[in-house]
């Protein structure tokens, strides 16, 4: 019997919301509010990347996908995610580390993210891993 409510249900919601956002490159990255989860893709040449590397449309493979807790939410803190700069700082780290590595170009990468209530983060992120299993 299915169930709308199960709590893959609402979880794969969350997934098919991050996937009908739009592709952005992650050199074009801005500051904005939002805690929630994301997917990275690659179109580059580095070996480990080259099977998944295309940006052709919402069936691309991300070649990582993560999630951006609010600060506090290890401690058991509630809310303050619309508030958090935590998915916009999560993706500049992943910026920084790009740009830190000779072999990689930053322009070869591309972003999806979706600003989530604190709650479904977690979920999202474990059935993003469990649908893509990425690199």
């Not at 709590?7 to 919601?13: A, D, R």
């Not at 050199?27 to 929630?36: H, K, M, N, P, Q």
């Not at 072999?103 to 990468?109: A, E, H, K, Q, R």
């Amino acid at each position: 019997m299915f169930n709308p409510l199960d709590k893959e249900n609402l979880g794969n919601s969350v997934v098919d919301a991050l996937l009908a956002e739009p592709l952005a490159p992650l050199s074009d990255l801005s500051s904005f509010y939002g805690a929630g989860i994301y997917a990275l893709y690659s179109s580059g040449a580095f070996p480990a990347y080259k099977k998944l590397a295309k940006f052709s449309d919402r069936r691309a493979h991300p070649i990582y996908v993560g999630k951006a807790v609010p600060s506090g939410s290890r401690k058991g803190t509630i809310g303050g995610g619309g508030t958090s700069k935590a998915l916009a700082s999560r993706l500049k780290e992943h910026l920084e580390t790009i740009q830190a590595v000779e072999s990689l170009g930053v322009d070869d990468f591309r972003f999806r993210c979706l600003t989530v209530d604190d709650i479904w983060i977690p979920l999202a992120e474990t059935l993003l891993i469990q649908r893509y299993q990425p690199v």
